[in-house]
């Protein structure tokens, strides 16, 4: 299908429909909006430094998705309401278009890709110099992570050895300098090519951290990294999961325990970098006198866990435990509260806060901007932790347990718990197959498992072994990264339902296939001839 594009560039402006309409060129530099150089005369490495550097996008998929998942629910009237929070937990499609919502996602990123875009024929026109090189694979490395979030949720999910035939989303590779640009929204497959493409082109081209001031701001080699882990495992190629976080993560070496019960070391390479780079649950926010000491900490540029943090304007920071639809302390006791049942038989580290009815996990810190320094109103920033240490290391445990190295899939798993569980005894809270077998057993006797009921990834036919396996990293995964997003993701890919309930005990559920698990395609794409997705296949009653 072919659509097309209208945009106009003058100076600092773009038209641009795919990405909402007019947009002011602007980035955020320390968390505040500044209007940049004038963006059609970057003429020297230092201005396009500057402008791959703003060309981050500032919106948040976590606050889009945070509500459809399977860890929120209806805590009743008197909690704030917004539509970005409200009508994915129905299932609704979202028509309101400010921060958090589809449509401002939407906006941001193919933004984002526009300004990279730029950047990138700013350098071609220079010559692109040999200082310039690490800026430009920067640029690409941003230009596929944001196609990448966004044909991962405005089109069909990347079906492992599937044909991958349906709409993916425009691939846009070329600064949009016409009155009347034409695309090709193409396939998922080709979408999903052009990303490797460009990682495959610029990933071992990215400079070394000395290249930035705050480094972490930046897809730096182990950021870029981290991102093509996450990439392979939505796509399914276990074995370049492996590849790539291998190059963030240290791979465990020093073993202690009985056969059958062997423990990674504690003076292992694995565990040591895994106490140095994760966030530290057992030690800072143990000590922590407060959730905003944590939230503070958790976002910061000097925390080792973060490999990628992002700015962005979202209502999570103030909102996230006040919502309407959202954790509750049932929610917490049956996933990562102290006394939360798991494997190893310990309790888990994190600590959660609550307020009435409102329960959450501190991570997200405000920083309110006003609009003017005379103004009263503004815009609220959240600083997001978009890539960290722990994905990485459970990206490859997974990816070990998909190749049957249920061994090394392990072995991670216990390095990952050393830093999560309280008082942690390598004898009394390691993780052997013994022990997985027993925690999931009763799971598994359910016929009406996802596992068995929707075969994602041929899981029917697995071993018992195998769906303990990733049934133990998806609970690991859920409870790491509450809220920051990646649990859809999880859903889908897994193919689990998930039920909401209201305050009234009426209760729903979203089956694996049902077209909602798409986001649509905002309004203002449709104008420039994109389709939207389809609304047909609804396996759902309606609420």
């Known amino acids: 299908m072919k659509v097309y594009l209208k945009n106009t560039v003058m100076n600092k402006y773009i038209r641009n429909i795919l990405a909402g309409g007019l947009i002011l060129l602007t980035g955020c530099n320390n968390f505040l909006d500044e209007v940049p150089d004038d963006r059609t005369e970057i003429d020297s490495t230092s201005k396009l430094a500057k402008l791959i550097a703003d060309a981050y996008p500032k919106a948040s998929y976590a606050a889009t998705l945070n509500s459809r998942v399977d860890f929120v629910t209806d805590k009743g009237a008197g909690n704030k309401e917004y539509a970005s929070n409200t009508d994915p937990f129905f299932w609704r499609d979202v028509t309101d278009d400010q921060q958090d919502t589809p449509t401002y996602l939407w906006q941001k990123f193919y933004f984002s890709i526009a ?3 730029h950047a990138l024929k700013a350098a071609e026109e220079m010559g692109m110099p040999k200082e310039q090189k690490p800026y430009v694979a920067e640029a690409k490395i941003i230009r596929a992570f944001s196609h990448f979030i966004l044909v991962s949720l405005y089109a069909k999910f990347y079906e492992w050895k599937g044909a991958n035939d349906s709409p993916g989303i425009p691939y846009v590779t070329e600064p949009e300098t016409e009155a009347i640009a034409q695309y090709d929204r193409e396939t998922v497959a080709q979408t999903y090519e052009k990303i490797e493409q460009d990682i495959v082109e610029s990933i071992d081209k990215i400079g070394p951290d000395a290249t930035y001031s705050v480094p972490r701001y930046h897809f730096t ?32 070496t020093e073993f202690v325990g009985e056969e059958g019960a062997k423990n990674v070391a504690v003076t292992d390479q694995a565990t040591i970098y895994a106490k140095n780079n994760f966030q530290p649950w057992l030690t800072t926010y143990a000590n922590a006198s407060g959730s905003s000491e944590i939230k503070i900490a958790y976002g910061a540029s000097s925390n080792m866990s973060n490999l990628l943090l992002t700015e962005m304007v979202c209502r999570m920071s103030r909102y996230a435990n006040s919502w309407r639809y959202g954790t509750t302390a049932d929610d917490l006791a049956v996933t990562l509260d102290k006394k939360a049942a798991n494997v190893t038989g310990g309790s888990w580290a994190y600590r959660t806060y609550h307020n009435d009815e409102n329960y ?33 290391l459970l990206n490859r445990a997974e990816a070990y347990a998909m190749l049957d190295d249920y061994e090394a899939a392990i072995a991670d798993l216990n390095v990952f718990c050393r830093q999560r569980i309280l008082d942690y005894k390598e004898d009394a809270h390691v993780i052997t197959e013994a022990s997985l077998l027993k925690f999931y057993a009763t799971a598994l006797q359910n016929e009406e498992h996802f596992m068995k009921k929707y075969n994602a990834y041929g899981s029917a036919a697995w071993s018992d072994l195998k769906k303990s396996l990733i049934l133990c990293i998806l609970d690991f995964r859920r409870n790491e990264f509450m809220w ?9 890919r897994y193919k689990i339902p998930v039920t909401h309930r209201t305050n009234t005990g009426d209760e729903n559920t979203l089956y694996p296939g049902d077209d909602r698990w798409v986001l649509e395609i905002p309004e203002t794409a449709v104008l420039s001839g994109v389709a939207l997705n389809p609304r047909e296949n609804l396996l759902s009653k309606k609420w």
Request: proline residues 5%.
């Open 115 to 117: 300004e990279v875009n």
């Open 221 to 252: 080699q182990a950021a870029a990294h981290a991102f093509a882990s996450r990439f392979y495992l939505y796509k399914g190629d276990w074995n370049n999961v492996i590849v790539h976080a291998n190059k963030v993560f240290p791979r465990p």
């Open 360 to 392: 959450y996990v501190p991570k997200f810190y405000e920083l309110f901007i006003k609009t003017d320094i005379n103004a009263s109103s503004g815009k609220i920033y959240t600083i997001f932790p978009t890539f960290r240490n722990e994905e990485v």
């Open 484 to 492: 920051e997003g990646l649990r859809y993701w999880d859903l889908i």
